[in-house]
């Protein structure tokens, strides 16, 4: 296959597996877990607060009561001004074209000159198992924090063997604006710089270009993150939420069945999608006999790293291990595990070099291409049901459209008949960034890092409901960063849709702890019963419902508040 149809077989893969999106627009199924009902809505709320640049104590008023301008977003990140200049939808897919091209280039590259370099078909099978790694279900808001490891992977190798050249320098300058420091690319590095020191401790030099590019690479991912930088330096200019992380650890028989399912499924932000197809051929090319011993020795160094990082895992969900965990989160609740984000990588790195040793094994040539396109073909088969626009159909059936329900929060807000920004409301049954992305000011939302005084308000608005049910109480003091209006009888359901009955019979919410909030409004996804909503300080406003919405929603409004705008 000459280069030109590789780089054909890499944008025609890329375009289709965005042109659903493309095609359904905003009826397009979109993944709601951690994008949709959170940080989808941070980027939209970010870009149109007017406080892109304002300094990390300003406030950014829409979510959880007002959030500091530092725990939102950088501006030095390409993610936020895809918001900027387009609208969210298109802002989602946009994102999607850009992470997965990033995803097929480099890993491309890094397959051609690493791992078939030398082999007949390296060309073919470098631009068809690419495809595999850019159809993968990348977190979206992640950038190319996962995506673009393949890219800053060979950038870094080719410098380690002999200088690189310019473009290698560009990529290693150009990804950290679209990467995502924390999550993924501190572990990346921090792998790399390991590999290094290996470099270092038995040759007895330093390759100056590798360790230049690694530090250019790491300084810029700090630059572009300055904000969390400058928190962390300077003292936090607020107390966060996460000093009261109390993680649920587990037995370990319990951890070590967490741990088998993050070998094969990967945590639900870094899916390789290893099962059943790349698994197998991992397993296949160790057991057949014969091959070239070099290829056996990295594939084994590449299982050798999974099965590393997923001790790791299992360590950090046992009980036993509670004491070295919270010494690794610094009292910020730092996850020093999220090594995990490098299970994709090496997983289909090894299902590369797999590919090569079951082809050393073959009798003719017609054979091991028969072999290799076979287990690629149903590999990229494997991705595709694995989508996020696959798996958010058959779980939710709720389009963008329908979760959004815009034209049903317009009629809300025009029933409520107030200025925007001079209330607040809170959501039961539902996410509250569906109201915050309609132009809502929430006193509640779903943020990875906020103020512990909100946590804490926001306990007190429904400590009786926790009262009342002890596992929903330890998982909003655990963690909190779901910090949502919680219903004994609703438990930790937050997608009640329409198509379910559904109606809160006691609810014992504090009107003086809402009212201390700002929240006057009540929405909620349920029917709540009359006396209850009573007992709650709250009097029903009306039901609103849509052909377009995935809700039945109900609005409540606070029985301190007057019926005159204030």
Known sequence: MPLWACGAVGFLGVALYVAPWVAMGEDGFVRIHDHLDSTLVAWKVLAESGRIFAPNEAVVPNLL???????????????LWLYVVFDPYTASWVNQLLLRGIAWVGMFLLLRDEVFRGEERCLEWSALVALVWAWLPFWPSGGAAIAGQPWAAHALLALRRGGGHW???????????????????????????????????????????????????????????????????????????????????????????????????GPTHALPVAWPVMGTTLLLALALPGGRRATRRALAGVLA????????????????????????????????????????????????????????????????????????GAQLL???????ALRVFAERGISYRAFYA???????????????????????????????????????GYVPNYALEQKHALRRVMAAELEAAPRIARYFDGW?????????????????????????????????????????????????????????????????EDPDSAWRLQLYEGRWRTTAEP
């Open 406 to 444: 815009e034209s049903q929060f317009s009629a809300i807000r025009d029933a409520i008949g107030r200025t925007a920004g001079s209330y607040r409301v809170v959501s039961l049954g539902l996410h509250p960034t569906i109201a915050a992305y309609n132009g809502f000011h929430t006193a509640d």
């Open 305 to 376: 790293g999974i099965g590393a990082i997923v001790l790791l895992y299992v360590l950090y969900r046992w009980s036993g291990f509670g004491p070295v965990r919270t010494l690794l989160s610094f009292g910020v609740g730092f996850t020093a595990d999220r090594f995990y984000t490098l299970l994709p990588l090496l997983w289909t790195v090894g299902f590369g070099l797999a590919l090569a040793g079951i082809a050393d094994r073959a009798r003719s040539p017609e054979q091991r291409d028969l072999w290799v396109r076979t287990l690629i």
């Open 167 to 265: 473009r290698d320098w560009a990529v290693l300058v150009a990804l950290p604006f679209y990467g995502f420091l924390i999550f993924a690319t501190a572990f990346f590095i921090a792998v790399f710089a390991a590999f290094g020191a290996r470099d270092v401790w038995r040759e007895r030099r330093l390759r100056t270009p590798f360790w230049g590019g690694l530090v250019v690479f790491a300084v810029l991912h700090l630059i572009v993150d300055y904000r969390l930088v400058v928190e962390a330096l300077s003292g936090a200019s607020f107390v966060s939420h996460r000093t009261e992380f109390d993680p649920r650890l587990l037995p370990f028989r319990w951890a070590l069945g967490k741990g088998w399912d993050a070998f094969w499924e």
């Open 382 to 388: 494997a991705t595709v049901f694995a989508s996020d």
């Open 65 to 79: 009561g007002g959030l500091p301008r530092a725990v939102l977003p950088s501006e030095w990140n390409l993610q």
């Open 480 to 544: 909190g960063s779901r910090a949502y209006v919680f219903s004994r009888e609703l438990g930790l359901d937050y997608f009640h849709t329409a198509d379910r009955e559904g109606r809160v019979e006691a609810l014992r919410l504090d009107p003086a702890a809402l009212q201390a909030l700002g929240a006057d409004y009540v929405l909620s996804a349920v029917e709540i019963d009359p006396v209850a909503a009573q007992a709650s300080g709250l009097r029903w406003r009306g039901a609103f």
